[in-house]
């Protein structure tokens, strides 16, 4: 069992930037595939970024060259820098984790996840 506890959302302007944070208890997080999703209202869970056991990260499309997810194994914390925010990025975020540590091919969905947090709301206005 993993537990994670998403937090660092806010309201922020268009142009901002935004650090999340999912803190994760239980067995070994580090032993599992990693990733952040995004439900913007009326919409789905789609895949921001994922980062593997070995630290191999994915990132989608949407998101390269502004989405960083990264860890900090000493605080058991697994991080989602958002760079120059845009009201589209609006929504819950969530962090997730699979029982395995590798990543099945990317673009990941949800269902290739076992645990997820509660999300961390993101508001960007313009």
């Known amino acids: 069992q993993v537990q994670l506890v998403e937090s660092g959302g806010g309201s922020v302007q268009a142009g901002g930037s935004l650090r999340l944070s999912c803190a994760a208890s239980?067995?070994?997080?580090?032993?599992?595939?990693m990733g952040w999703f995004r439900q913007a209202p009326g919409k789905g869970r789609e895949v921001l970024a994922t980062?593997?056991?070995?630290?191999?990260?994915t990132y989608a499309d949407s998101g390269k060259g502004r989405f960083t997810i990264s860890r900090d194994i000493n605080k058991n914390t697994l991080y989602l820098e958002i760079n120059n925010l845009a009201p589209e990025d609006t929504g819950m975020y969530f962090c997730?984790?699979?029982?395995?540590?590798?990543?099945?091919?990317?673009?990941?969905?949800?269902?290739?996840?076992?645990?997820w947090g509660q999300g961390t709301q993101v508001t960007v206005s313009t």
């Open positions: 239980g067995s070994s997080p580090w032993r599992h595939c």
């Open positions: 997730a984790a699979r029982r395995y540590n590798y990543c099945l091919r990317p673009p990941s969905v949800p269902s290739d996840f076992d645990y």
């Open positions: 980062l593997d056991g070995g630290g191999v990260t």
